[in-house]
């Protein structure tokens, strides 16, 4: 027998002809279907590789992709509020006072409470905690009754709990009665709190601080599953008349951002950072114009569109919530918003101009602005417009 050649069969892995005492049809079989039996050292290495794999994920909670995406899908991977706020994740509103701030973020928390729509976004329903450091007992009492009546619903939902500072326990602050103790107590699926520097006052001051924060907050959506919305204030804008503030609407928003007071982590350790501020275009106080414009970036999603929001009121003109703004409303111009109703799907420029009553600069301009603000819904070349 050829000895040279038996042993190039044992090193490729395949059972030398008469080796082992086996069984010679065994042997003849496993060769005809192609099946090599693993070494027993290949098996304890895999036995070894299994073992550090285990204990990686019991001990140190690693995982492998696979095993990730089971895990994201065990604890639900879609978004609280539809493209703005993700399931656990941190969130942070910016905008000047008196904007209306408290009453958005009132309004998110109890649609999610609710399971209705925020402003024609869908919502995950769930317990929602407030923690209030900045309003008073009535003028909460009021947004919760406007709210849910401009929400069509006869009151508050029970899943919308409410902590104010003004109104809190003697002992609060204390060991073991900190807001941290109470989020754990409470386990919201999402906690809103109105204001993060009255929620942890040296948040501001540097950037070690705002992580500190930041990771205490992780902590707790780990332990909870709670996703959180913080408001804070954008810092004092100065117009030195050599350079102009960025704006929200159709600015830089990361340089809109990084407006906001304090230490940047606090902006660029969040997860979703949402800007509110008045729109440039017209501010009314009528229920077709637009109160505030909302625009956003999402860490790995990227930016997060502008909406504009309608503040819609009562008969006495009391405010009850917002409205998103969207179609021909956007235009903010009643004899624009009718012309654009009138334009059928194709159109000649000459038509529009008919329509419009007004002359060719003017349609070009009002139909460049339908464009602009991303409301068409008619077909024309750009040739048209132009003259």
Partial sequence: MDHTGQAGLCKAGLPALGSGGGDSKNNHAGERSGFIEP??????????ANSEATTLKQDWAVYTHRELKRRSDDFGSDDLIEGLLPDRSLGLLVGDSGLGKSALMYQMGFCVA???DFVGRRVRQGRVLIMDYENGLAQIDEMLAALAQHLGLSEAPDDL??????????????????ASELIREVRPTLTVIDSITAFK?????????????YQTLRTIMREC??????????????????????SLENGNIRAWLAQARGAGALINGSDVRLGVDEPKSQRGVGNNDPAVVMRGFGRVRGEISSMYLARIRDDDGEPLGYERLSGASLLFNPEQ????????????FKDAQFVYGKGAQ????FLKKCISIGIREFNFEVQQIVV
């Fill in 39 to 48: 070494s027993g050292r290949a098996i304890g290495a895999k036995m070894k």
């Fill in 114 to 116: 609710a399971g209705v």
């Fill in 161 to 178: 709990l409410i902590w104010n500072y003004n109104d809190c326990h003697p002992r609060f602050g204390q060991v073991n009665h900190t």
């Fill in 201 to 213: 006052p040296e948040i501001e001051e540097k950037n070690s601080e705002a992580t500190k924060v």
């Fill in 225 to 246: 599953g709670s996703s959180f919305l913080a408001s804070h204030h954008r810092g004092k804008i100065s117009d030195n008349g050599f350079s102009t503030p960025p």
């Fill in 337 to 348: 918003e009718e012309t654009y109703r009138k334009l059928t799907l194709q159109f000649r």
């Fill in 362 to 365: 003017a349609t070009t301009d």
